[in-house]
T-cell receptor, first 112, second 117 residues
């Protein structure tokens, strides 16, 4: 079946630290991969996406590379800010389907 | 464009009662999705519509659940004879998709939090 596994949180960092949130997936075919972010009190927002192997998605200083050989899509940011504190969800869309399959989410807490 | 809206934002009901939630998608979006999110978990897909047609339903959508999108605009999700296990956040999303197998970005609403006592 299709599933997403991401690291448990919370991840606690100081401002300007380097961020990595690990995400691995299991899927048949060639899924599209996504990172969504949920800020406190708000709905899920698409942060970045990649639709084929070796694609790099990027947005707001965040990056993730679609690695088919390791079935991974790790989220990285070089220097986090307090405003990045949120819950981050890794997700995939199975080939030919319209639904999203989400991981359990990772809470990021950034302190000044 | 005011985004996806959901009503009510919170609902507390007693076990055995029926509840109905409403989702208003972004205008002109032809696809509408429902997801359920329990505490500490990611959202789980329930069903989706293209215009007024319900094209896919998850096995999570038991017989007590029914979703409609009668005119291809807003949608309702009804839960009959609620159980404590139905307590969750119910999320709605919409997308504008011309068709085919390509995935198009889904825009999420703020959700309706259901508590069954």
């Amino acid at each position: 079946g299709n599933s997403v596994t991401q690291m448990e949180g919370p991840v606690t960092l100081s401002e300007e630290a380097f961020l990595t949130i690990n995400c691995t997936y299991t899927a048949t075919g060639y899924p599209s991969l996504f990172w969504y972010v949920q800020y406190p009190g708000e709905g899920l927002q698409l942060l970045l996406k990649a639709t084929k192997a070796d694609d790099k998605g990027s947005n707001k200083g965040f990056e993730a590379t679609y690695r088919k050989e390791t079935t991974s899509f790790h989220l990285e940011k070089g220097s986090v800010q307090v405003s990045d504190s949120a819950v981050y969800f890794c997700a995939l869309s199975p080939t030919g389907f319209q639904k999203l399959v989400f991981g359990t989410g990772t809470r990021l807490l950034v302190s000044p | 464009d005011t985004g996806v809206s959901q009503n009510p934002r919170h609902k507390i009901t007693k076990r055995g009662q029926n509840v109905t939630f409403r989702c208003d998608p972004i205008s002109e979006h032809n696809r509408l999705y429902w997801y359920r999110q329990t505490l500490g978990q990611g959202p789980e897909f329930l069903t989706y519509f293209q215009n007024e047609a319900q094209l896919e339903k998850s096995r999570l959508l038991s017989d007590r659940f029914s979703a409609e999108r009668p005119k291809g605009s807003f949608s309702t999700l009804e839960i009959q004879r609620t159980e404590q296990g139905d307590s969750a956040m119910y999320l709605c999303a919409s997308s504008l998709a011309p068709g085919g197998r390509t995935f198009y970005e889904q825009y999420f609403g703020p959700g309706t939090r259901l508590t069954v006592t």
